[in-house]
């Protein structure tokens, strides 16, 4: 089991602005839902997180091949940012199976958003999560 301790989090400058925003939104309101998170997100924040997660490498998000040592950085950020909303949607321990089922939703929900801002499909954020992927997070868009 693994500890999360936010004022650490939120004490790391060196950290991505989308990790800080999400660890001070939860230190403040003690709650995060995903969508919510992704709905404050600007831009470029979200095109950041799209790199980070296209820079790490997966076929079944067990097993993760990085190259590189911002490879690593990367898969280590968007870790932590699971953490950070598991914890504020209520999860408070985080087992290694927990954390690859919630690295798979994420990088998924980061797709979804990105093409969600590009005008591409429509995202339903208050589906998203990374404990329950059941219900539908986007509705593709009609030609017009």
């Known amino acids: 089991m693994y500890v999360l301790n936010i004022e650490k989090v939120l004490k790391d400058k060196k ?9 001070f939104e939860l230190n403040v309101g ?30 079944n998000y067990k097993v993760f091949s990085i190259d590189s040592f911002d490879g690593k950085k990367n898969l280590e950020n968007l870790s932590l940012l699971c953490f950070i909303l598991a914890l504020g949607e209520g999860e408070i321990e985080i087992t290694p199976d927990l954390l690859s089922t919630m690295l798979e ?10 093409l969600h801002r590009n005008g591409e ?24």
């Not at 709650?31 to 997180?49: C, I």
């Not at 939703?105 to 990105?114: A, D, H, M, V």
């Not at 998203?128 to 868009?141: H, P, T, W």
């Open 105 to 114: 939703f994420l990088f998924l929900l980061i797709s979804i958003e990105y």
């Open 15 to 23: 950290l991505p602005s989308w990790i800080l925003k999400a660890a």
């Open 121 to 144: 499909i429509q995202a339903i954020r208050e589906n998203y999560s990374l404990l329950d992927g059941s219900r539908s997070v986007f509705k593709g868009k009609t030609k017009k």
């Open 30 to 59: 003690g709650y995060l839902p995903t969508g919510e998170f992704f709905e404050k997100l600007d831009d470029e924040e979200v095109r950041h997180m799209r790199i980070c997660a296209k820079n790490v490498g997966t076929e």
